[in-house]
C-alpha cells in the first residue's frame, strides 16, 4: 500500500494530466478547423479514430503497468505525451496532427489506469469510495479549470500554446513521478524498519 504522501502526489499528478490532456485534446479540433479546414465530420472521425485506439490500448496498458511497474508506467506515459505534444506544436500537415494525437493517446493509455490504481491500491472499502470521490473532483475540476483557460491560452499566446503548455506539464509530470518512486520506496523501507 502507497502512503498517505505518494498517494497525495498522485491525486497533483492527476489534476496536471486533467489539465494538460483537456488543453490538447480540446483545443486540437480548434486547430484542426482553423488551420486545415476541418468540418465537424472531420473533427468527429478523428475523435472516433482517437476514442477507439485508446479503448484498445488501455487494456494493454493497464496490464503492462502491473507488470513494469506503476511509476515506470507513469514516466513512460507522461514522457510519451510530452513529445508527441511538442512534435505537435511543429506538424505542418494533417496525417502529423493525426500521428501525434495517437501517439499522445498511447502515452495517456498509460497514465489515467494507473494513476487511479496507486490512488485505490489496497484500500478498505469506505475509504477506497473517498479517495475515489477525491479523485474525480480533482479529475473533473482540473478538466473544467483547462477549459476555461485553454480559450484564453488559445487567443493571447496563439496556436502553438495548446500544444507547449500541455508539453510543459508532462515533463513536470515524468519530474514530480520520480520523485514519488522515490518517495514511495522510502515510506515502504520506513514502515517495513517500524514493524
Known amino acids: 500500500m502507497f502512503s498517505p504522501r505518494v498517494k497525495t502526489g498522485t491525486l497533483v499528478l492527476e489534476g496536471l494530466n486533467a489539465v494538460a490532456t483537456t488543453i490538447y485534446y480540446n483545443y486540437l479540433f480548434f486547430e484542426m478547423r482553423d488551420r486545415f479546414g476541418f468540418t465537424n465530420l472531420g473533427n468527429l472521425a478523428m475523435g472516433a479514430l482517437n476514442g477507439l485506439v485508446y479503448c484498445v490500448v488501455v487494456w494493454f496498458a493497464g496490464k503492462f503497468a502491473q507488470r513494469h511497474g506503476y511509476f515506470f508506467a507513469l514516466r513512460l506515459g507522461f514522457g510519451t505525451m510530452a513529445v508527441a505534444t511538442g512534435l505537435a506544436s511543429y ?25 487511479e490504481a496507486i490512488v485505490s491500491e489496497q484500500e478498505p472499502p469506505a475509504r477506497l469510495k473517498r479517495l475515489l470521490g477525491i479523485y474525480n473532483v480533482v479529475w473533473a475540476g482540473s478538466g473544467g479549470l483547462a477549459y476555461f483557460a485553454g480559450g484564453a491560452l488559445y487567443e493571447r499566446w496563439g496556436r502553438a500554446s495548446i500544444f507547449l503548455v500541455p508539453s510543459a506539464l508532462h515533463v513536470i509530470q515524468v519530474v514530480l513521478t520520480a520523485w514519488l518512486a522515490r518517495r514511495a520506496v522510502t515510506d515502504r523501507a520506513a514502515a517495513a524498519g517500524a514493524m
Open 91 to 115: 506538424s505542418p500537415t494533417v496525417p502529423g496532427q493525426v500521428a501525434a494525437m495517437l501517439l499522445c493517446t498511447l502515452g495517456m493509455s498509460l497514465t489515467w489506469p494507473t494513476l
